[in-house]
């Protein structure tokens, strides 16, 4: 006797299972690149069966970009109102571990959303900061609770950008220590810092190529990469559209040129800030100073990096990985002589961190510059690292000298 064929069982959760596959997608390819047949084969289903959950991918993205945010927001409402700071901020980095792969979402996608949903993203993570805020007020009486609240998030959700393999347990008790530092840090303790470092002068744009890396940044910043086109890109130097072609081979290359010169200006400034700095302590002093100074100088540069990489093609984006792995392991090294009780793994998530503080205190600030900006988000940025962000009067003074003396160097255009 022959059996009966077993029908399939369709998931109850599969609408979740779907929103956890595209939050993957959507987090490493980025919206535009992330397309609906992969998500679909990421869930094991048709895209046609995916159409049944959500009418298209915008839809579905913007489904994603909330429910981290929703998450985060359910973790808080859990922990009781008079909570120590460590309880609100271990749900916090628990919730945002777990679901690291798809957590990036709403913090560089969300420039997708349309005006509607992007304000209700944010009045959601405004919830949050000000859930944080208002223990860190009562816990750390500082100046600015609400800044030191949002870098000690950025601290957090760094581990959602990148790829560094960690254990669970152990990631969440780094990231936990580094919040708790954040939020306690003063604002106002790496005073001086902004005036320790010189960034290498960029390139003044004399070829068409390099106008059209010039030009192309600020629109990709504002409008987002895939909205973008070369004819835009072309009139805003005086060219046809068919023009670009001759500099060119497509749009992912101008991007990808201008990271490029990009990570070659942060290699040149590293380097002669750390020239002749032995003591790991001050290296990472140097190298804070100069990330913050980059950030804040190249703001457009840094935002669409961060948001627009992900959704290069392979061969196009390796180069930049790499550069960017190398500028991670001159902070590995010096982190690590600092604090030899860090393994590698260890240290590279805490520069991650320091990262994700700058970013997110960057933003919160709106790359507003100033020195007392730059000495605020330096000060957040040692803390993250577990380091005293203070800076002796006599090294400071020997730091100042030799930015002075480096000050006419300038780094040579790529393009």
């Known amino acids: 006797m022959t059996a009966e064929p077993t029908a399939v069982v369709r998931p109850r959760n599969r609408k979740q299972l779907i929103v956890a596959a595209a939050g993957r997608v959507f987090s490493e390819r980025g919206y535009h690149a992330a397309s609906m047949e992969e998500i679909a084969a990421g869930v ?11 009418p298209n991918k915008y839809a579905l993205f913007a489904e994603c970009a909330d429910v ?15 909570a120590a700071l460590t309880d609100v901020l271990a749900a916090v980095t628990r919730v945002t571990v777990a679901h690291r792969a798809s957590g990036g979402v709403y913090r560089w996608e969300s420039r997708y959303l349309n005006r509607e949903d992007r304000h209700a993203l944010a009045a959601k993570f405004a919830h949050v900061v000000e859930r944080v805020a208002d223990v860190v007020r009562r816990e750390h009486p500082l ?51 902004a005036h320790l470092v010189e960034l290498p002068t960029p390139p003044v744009p004399r070829t068409r190529r390099s106008e059209i890396l010039a030009a192309a940044i600020p629109l990709f910043e504002r409008d987002g990469f895939a909205n973008v086109t070369n004819g835009r890109i072309a009139e ?9 072609y001759r500099y060119f081979p497509g749009k992912a290359d101008i991007l990808a040129a201008a990271c490029l010169q990009a990570a070659a200006l942060l290699a040149q400034a590293v380097e002669q800030n750390l020239r002749g700095v032995d003591d790991p302590h001050d290296a990472l002093v140097a190298l804070t100073a100069t990330y913050v100074a980059y950030s804040f100088e190249h703001t457009a540069l840094t935002s669409v990096a961060n948001a627009e990489i992900g959704g290069l093609p392979t061969a196009l984006r390796q180069t930049l990985v790499i550069a960017q792995r190398e500028h991670i392991a001159v902070w590995e090294q010096q982190l690590r002589s600092a604090r030899p009780e860090l393994d590698s793994r260890q240290a590279r998530a805490l520069v991650h961190a320091g990262f994700g503080v700058v970013v997110e205190a960057g933003r919160r600030l709106r790359w507003q510059d100033s020195p007392a900006h730059r000495d605020a988000v330096a000060a957040f940025l040692m803390a993250a690292l577990g380091l005293c962000p203070l800076v002796a009067p006599g090294r400071a003074k020997a730091r100042r000298l030799i930015s002075a003396e480096r000050k006419s160097h300038a780094v040579e255009p790529l393009a």
Request: proline share 3%.
């Open 44 to 54: 094991g289903i048709t895209a046609a069966a995916l159409y049944r959950h959500f």
């Open 68 to 82: 981290m945010v929703d998450r985060l927001v359910a973790a808080l409402d859990e922990v009781p109102a008079d």
């Open 143 to 193: 100046p600015d609770e609400h800044l030191r609240a949002t870098a000690a998030l950025g601290a957090i959700g760094s581990i959602t950008t990148h790829h560094a393999s960690i254990a669970q347990r152990r990631v969440e008790e780094l990231l936990l220590a580094c919040a708790l530092r954040v939020v306690a840090t003063d604002p106002t303790a790496a005073a001086g810092s």
């Open 236 to 244: 805003a130097v005086g060219l046809v559209s068919s023009a670009i």
